[in-house]
Nanobody, 123 residues
């Protein structure tokens, strides 16, 4: 499956931004859809994932970010609130049909990746 991420941009600290990821084909609700991010000079970090209607979040974004999925439209979205400068990164969406609960936070478990969209949070 091919993924196309969109919605990045520049926002002030405390603001909100929404990201969207469109899949080229329909995916089962059992396919994990996730968001990862990578800041300059840092390792890739798990942000959020959704699989079989369950949501998972990285500790740094819990309570601020919300992932959602529209299977009819083949999209997964990430609503980001209360943004902080440390949220600045390139955000990638990913899909994995063989992702299981124990690997859902691991980027290596995902098969397909979008091109990334830059989110910049100014202080």
């Amino acid at each position: 499956v091919q993924l196309q991420a969109s919605g990045g941009g520049l926002v002030q600290a405390g603001g909100s931004l929404g990201l969207s990821c469109a899949a080229s084909e329909r995916t089962s609700h059992r396919t994990a859809m996730g968001w990862f991010r990578q800041a300059p000079g840092k390792d890739r970090e798990f942000v959020a994932a959704i699989r079989s209607w369950s949501e998972y979040y990285g500790d740094s974004v819990k309570g601020r970010f919300t992932i959602s999925r529209d299977t009819a439209k083949n999209t997964v979205s990430l609503q980001m609130n209360s943004l902080k400068p440390e949220d600045t990164a390139v955000y990638y969406c990913a899909a994995g049909s063989r992702v299981i609960l124990s690997t859902i936070t691991e980027g290596t478990a995902y098969d397909s990746w979008g091109q990334g969209t830059l989110v910049t949070v100014s202080s």
